[in-house]
């Protein structure tokens, strides 16, 4: 069964719309969690690595303020595409480890798309 | 330099055959795992099969194995008797030990196609 659960898995909002996307471990604490963007016939690109009770590390080219990470608590981590515009839909899809040699395990996927 | 490359964009199989998908990888780190993942059209990440970079025995799992080649740097997926619900776009990533944050690389993906 599905370890890591992520929602919504479709948005379809108006520019200018924040959107938050949930991404829980089920039945496991994860104190690391990974957000990803994939843009369509394309490979995953990481966008940030959100730490529990810290701030999360953003890649490279990745805005912190247009992409807001949240790690409150051990099981949930959010992000929050702040003022969507058409140019930031795409799916994003989240992950967390379940141990240090253990393969990551991935949410099914949320598809934005901002009219 | 590209850490993770598969150099087959997409390719066909005919159902039952066996198929070997290529993944090539670049890292100094002596310590590091590689991982396959098989995506849907539906876009879930599942996760298929893992090789420890001090595995001595070459990965399996089911109808999957991977043949971990160290001092070429490979680890190609090979996937027995495909089925058409084989059909998927097919990661392969890259997880270093220097990577505290355990983050994976990913290389830029195969499409494979079953053919009935």
């Known amino acids: 069964g599905a370890v890591v659960s992520q929602h919504p898995s479709r948005v379809i909002c108006k520019s200018g719309t924040s959107v938050k996307i949930e991404c829980r471990s089920l039945?496991?604490?994860?104190?690391?969690m990974f957000w990803y963007r994939q843009f369509p016939k394309k490979s995953l690109m990481l966008m940030a690595t959100?730490?529990?009770?810290?701030?999360?590390?953003?890649e490279q080219g990745v805005e912190k303020d247009k992409f807001l990470i949240n790690h409150a608590s051990l099981t949930l981590s959010t992000l929050t595409v702040t003022s969507a515009h058409p140019e930031d839909s795409s799916f994003y899809i989240c992950?967390?480890?379940?141990?240090?040699?253990?393969?990551?395990?991935f949410g099914d996927g949320t598809r934005l798309s901002i009219l | 330099a590209q850490k993770i490359t598969q150099t087959q964009p997409g390719m066909f199989v005919q159902e039952k055959e066996a198929v070997t998908l290529d993944c090539t990888y670049d890292?100094?780190?002596?310590?590091?795992?590689l991982f396959w993942y098989k995506q849907p059209s539906s876009g879930e990440m599942i996760f298929l099969i893992y090789?420890?970079?001090?595995?001595?025995q070459n990965a399996t799992e089911g109808r999957y194995s991977l043949n971990f080649q160290k001092a070429r740097k490979s680890a190609n997926l090979v996937i027995s008797a495909s089925q058409l619900g084989d059909s998927a776009m097919y990661f392969c990533?890259?997880?270093?030990?220097?990577?505290?944050?355990?983050?994976?690389?990913f290389g830029g993906g195969t499409r494979l196609m079953v053919k009935p």
């Open positions: 992950s967390a480890n379940l141990g240090v040699d253990q393969p990551q395990h």
């Open positions: 039945d496991f604490q994860a104190t690391t």
């Open positions: 959100s730490n529990e009770g810290s701030k999360a590390t953003y």
């Open positions: 890292t100094s780190d002596p310590s590091y795992g």
């Open positions: 090789q420890g970079s001090y595995d001595q």
């Open positions: 990533a890259m997880r270093e030990r220097v990577n505290a944050g355990n983050m994976l690389t």
